[in-house]
């Protein structure tokens, strides 16, 4: 039987379950050709990722509030409505993006309060980034299965001896991780004064142009 999937931790779960299932007469039995009972191979070629949720939202609304554009023209004449409704995203895109970050954060860690697990990771690897880019650190746990993760967070974990830190991760998404330090209080007090302002800003204009 071959099973492929791009999901690598899906294929290492299902290759320790379905090597724990054979029972253990036929497991400690060698085949004849010496090979394992249960392997696991990489898929050659690129992954495509799929694009997440919020990406397809935002590119729909991006394409909804451009589909306007033309109606509006039609409905009120080219004047200073059409002006307003195009200007209006230079205030929108930011102040919605800004906005998403600080509710997206505060989820974030709602979530790892009332169901995230804390273990101890282990950091194995540092990218330094550019000259005007901050580094990122890579630290490994192990979740609840026995699965060996990865957590990637741009600001250096607290740390007692800098090889090992705490990192908090969601029981149902052991993929989604969180680790102290990864988002400095200033930069997320900054989305939440700065966000919701600019996007109701953006969203005055939009309304000015459609009601005027």
Known sequence: MSVRCHS???VLVFAARATAAIPVRDREKARADKAARVTVEPIAGPVRERMSRAARWGWTAVALYAAVLPVLGLAKGWNSSLG?????PLMLLPGGG????????AR???IMRTRGITVVARHTDTDWGGEDESATYTYVYTDADGTVREHRGEGRPQSDDG???EVTYDLRHPDRSYARGDQSLTEYVAY???GPPVLLLGLYLAAGAVLS
């Open 8 to 10: 690598a931790s899906a």
């Open 98 to 105: 800004m906005t998403w970050f600080a509710v997206s954060g």
């Open 192 to 194: 939440w004064v700065a």
């Open 84 to 88: 307003l409704w195009a200007f209006a």
């Open 163 to 165: 090889e090992h830190t």
């Open 108 to 110: 974030h860690r709602w």
